[in-house]
């Protein structure tokens, strides 16, 4: 029987599409291309804004024209819950469902009749679940580099967030099992691990041991044939002294911090229920520079939350300069199910949330030119991901993008690159 997935939004996502396809893989399914024809298509789905469940109901669609059963699952089965009006879909399976993936399939198959609409919802309550499970293991990698799971949900319930209402409260893997599974990828070929979860900022905040993120990291460190360890977003809370210095002595860890910032008005950090101010965010950010060589610092920015002012807004824009990031994700606020936010007053016209995002979007690519150019001339180590058409693809320490003419037996190495020139967003190197 064939089987098809499509995965939206983040790296925890894609973790777990890839975990479902190991496991249909074991129960003897074909995994084909979404774009093919399949018995079954899984939605893995996004929900964070508008625009990503958008996305999923076009996918939804798309799945149920090429036939077959549509299965549902994810942050966007969890937003709907047992919403009568969903169409294009026959299976609908919430977080926590999605790990027992192919009992239910199974189960569905065994009852499915093509002659009537039986629609099955499985979604438990995700706020009552209280402890990290998972039954399996990547235990082959498919990348050179790959990420790895160490928590998930979140309990910040910023004002403008779903999340926490779609995947529960913290939960954090266990650290031998962490390590079993990066053993396990790095035997098999992986070079680059990310550790990634829902807010990892907050991992070992449940367990009773008092273990943190930088635990993680420096456990995981010690692996043998390990190169690089690379961290998803992280919560600014997390960068005290003491676990920054501690970083700093991994150096395996690369120098690139992504961190959910959000704004940088202390207005606008306030009515997301951020805790934290914009002062607070500099200290931090001056801090990775003095115990790190020049990392690349990346962020998410939000623009147009309810009641941000023209100043506040320019304030986000100055400060954003003023730090240098690196590269800067920008979104325009969206009203989320669930949220405060959406109740606010001061909502923004959608004509200058875009106007603000394409000033902030104007600046990041001014700022990324701006750190990518001091680098020209330089000589680098690159971990080759990618060879197509006789070049080489792959990233610096500090995620720059770097494209190579070479030999294909270079990929997966790290080698030592020149930086020539800057082509839109990468740099062209040479061996």
Request: overall charge positive.
């Amino acid at each position: 029987m064939k089987i098809a997935f499509y995965t939206l939004g983040c790296k925890v996502n894609q973790y777990e599409t890839d975990l479902m396809t190991l496991e249909f893989k074991k129960a003897g399914f074909d995994i084909v291309d979404f774009s093919d024809k399949a018995d079954i298509y899984v939605v893995n789905s996004c929900s964070v804004t508008n625009l990503s469940t958008r996305k999923t109901r076009q996918q939804l669609s798309k799945a149920k024209r090429q036939g077959g059963i549509v299965v549902l699952v994810g942050c966007y089965a969890e937003e709907v819950k047992q919403d009568t009006r969903l169409s294009n879909v026959d299976l609908v399976l919430g977080n926590e469902e999605k790990k027992d993936i192919v009992n239910y399939v199974k189960d569905y198959l065994n009852n499915y009749d093509k002659e009537k609409s039986n629609v099955q919802y499985k979604i438990a309550d995700i706020s009552k679940v209280k402890r990290y499970v998972q039954k399996d293991i990547l235990d082959k990698g498919i990348n050179i580099r790959e990420s790895v799971k160490i928590e998930d949900g979140c309990n910040n319930f910023c004002t403008y967030c779903i999340i926490p209402y779609l995947r529960g409260r913290v939960r954090s893997r266990n650290i031998d099992d962490i390590e079993k599974e990066v053993k396990e990828l790095v035997k098999n070929g992986t070079y680059e691990i990310v550790l990634v979860g829902i807010e990892i900022a907050s991992y070992g905040k449940d367990l009773d041991n008092k273990l943190n993120l930088v635990d993680v990291i420096e456990k995981i460190s010690k692996i043998d044939g390990l190169k690089r360890i690379r961290l998803s977003s992280i919560e600014p809370r997390i960068l005290t002294d003491e676990n920054i210095i501690r970083m700093s002595k991994i150096k395996k860890l690369c120098p690139h911090f992504h961190i959910s910032v959000q704004s940088l008005n202390n207005n606008v950090l306030k009515n997301m229920n951020r805790k934290y101010t914009k002062e607070f965010l500099l200290d931090r950010i001056n801090t990775l520079r003095k115990y790190f060589d020049d990392p690349a610092i990346t962020c998410d920015i939000i623009v147009g939350f309810p009641k941000e002012s023209d100043e506040d807004f320019l304030e986000t824009l100055n400060t954003a300069k003023q730090i240098g990031f690196y590269e800067i994700h920008v979104f325009r606020y969206s009203k989320r199910k669930y949220t405060l936010a959406k109740d606010f007053d001061g909502q923004i016209d959608g004509n200058i949330k875009n106007e603000r995002s394409r000033k902030l979007l104007a600046l990041a690519n001014d700022l990324k030119m701006n750190y990518m150019k001091k680098y020209l001339g330089k000589k680098v180590d690159v971990l080759f991901e990618l060879y197509k058409d006789g070049y080489l693809y792959g990233y610096t320490s500090n995620y720059i993008k770097v494209k190579v003419k070479g030999d294909k037996i270079l990929w997966g190495l790290i080698q030592e690159v020149e930086l020539d020139s800057i082509e839109e967003e990468l740099i062209l190197g040479s061996i």
